[in-house]
């Protein structure tokens, strides 16, 4: 069962969707906070968070998503869509998923480029975290880059406008309205460098482990976080900057469920 509404503060509404077993209380003692990646990624990705929330939720794990301001079906205009506002939706979305779920603490599960606010969120709290990020983008300036070259491929070589120039408006990236402040904001982020509260949990799943997540695992370990990656079956991993796929819905079916099984303790990580 699915169950829309609106929260936040006065003046600056959000948008959430709680997902949870028809049965009145949790069987879980924890919700999951579900974290949607930022500008073509979340909109692309939306079936496949949907589908996960509802396969945990029947697990009696209450799941929450939500869109962040300026975004979805909440308040705000895309250039509102700044990383200090995205830090305050989290924790207001996270109080709502405590409430609303019955529950005592909360999971979150970021994915792609939605991992670096959410570390950055993480980073402010005293006690440990659980955590899993999907596929994460952690390498701010790298994933800015990436959208700047996803943009000019769908301008200039995707042939999307075919005999004729076309120069996109200012502040303009992938048919977003973007704020240069939310690009130099995310721009200065590594999450290599970002330090979780000690006895924190990162559950990485991911189609490949690269030097980035390397050294993201080892710079927590250090830190006295639990970090541990699972490899996704690699056949049916996401073409995200294929500039023909770029309106395409993503919905990588056997890493929901993976992921689904592990969420629930139905296999252990």
């Not at 997902?19 to 692309?44: F, K, M, Y």
């Not at 109080?95 to 999971?107: D, P, T």
């Not at 309106?247 to 592990?262: C, E, K, S, Y």
Request: proline residues 6%.
């Amino acid at each position: 069962m699915s169950a829309p509404f609106f929260f936040g503060a006065p003046g600056r509404n959000l948008f959430g969707l709680l997902h949870v077993r028809e049965e009145t209380n949790p069987a879980s003692q924890h919700a999951l906070l579900l974290c949607a990646p930022l500008l073509q990624d979340g909109i692309r990705s939306h079936r496949a968070l949907w589908s996960l929330a509802q396969t945990v939720a029947q697990f009696g794990i209450p799941t929450l998503t939500f869109d962040w301001y300026g975004t979805g079906d909440s308040g705000g205009q895309d250039v509102e869509l700044s990383l200090p506002g995205m830090l305050d939706d989290l924790e207001r979305a996270c109080a709502e998923a405590l409430r609303r779920g019955e529950v005592s603490n909360v999971h979150f599960l970021a994915l792609r480029s939605a991992a670096l606010p959410l570390l950055a969120a993480m980073e402010r709290r005293v006690d440990p975290v659980e955590i899993v990020l999907w596929d994460p983008q952690l390498d701010g300036a790298k994933l800015v880059e990436s959208w700047k070259t996803q943009h000019r491929q769908q301008l200039h070589e995707a042939g999307r406008y075919v005999n004729v120039t076309h120069e996109s408006d200012a502040g303009e990236l992938l048919g977003f309205g973007v704020n240069d402040a939310l690009l130099d904001a995310l721009g200065a982020l590594d999450a290599a460098h970002i330090r979780l509260p000690p006895g924190s949990r990162v559950r990485m799943a991911v189609w490949e482990m690269d030097e980035a997540l390397d050294r993201f695992a080892r710079e927590q370990r250090a830190g006295g976080v639990s970090v541990e990656a699972v490899l996704l079956d690699d056949g049916e991993r996401p073409e995200w900057n294929v500039p023909s796929r770029f309106g395409g819905q993503v919905f990588p079916r056997r890493a929901v469920a993976q992921l689904a099984q592990r969420m629930t303790a139905q296999v252990p990580w």
